[in-house]
């Protein structure tokens, strides 16, 4: 499965189908001009995150809406922009157990880059450079 970083740099001229593990990092409810409500999205993964606006009378609006923020989904759209944002159309939107991603949920964790052996050798470096034992004992 693609990441989101990795939907971004698909061409902008082309729909591509698509379908994600995400977080729904947060949903905001506003309401237009005209007096209509709608919701913000903003869904991400490890690499990224993108934002999707719900209108109340797209299908997904109440599904969304009701989710809470940290949820896990299953998301299927098509890669699309608006004003030179990436800003996919959403066909369909599944809650998805932490249990039924195995690998996957890996791709929804942000981590470092850095390599955490490396990071942590470091640390013990550095731990072992401090003169006084029980300060470096209390670092330890």
Known sequence: MPSIAELKT??????VAFTIPCVLRRHTRKVARNGSPFLVLELGDRSGSF????????????QVGSLEEGSILRVQGETAYYQNRFSPKLNAVEPVAESELGAEMEQLVPVSPEDPEVLWREFRE?????ARSALRETVA
């Open 51 to 62: 934002q999707v606006v719900c209108f109340e009378d797209s299908p997904l609006y109440q």
């Open 126 to 130: 550095s731990v072992d450079t401090i």
């Open 10 to 15: 698909l061409p902008a001229d082309q729909h």
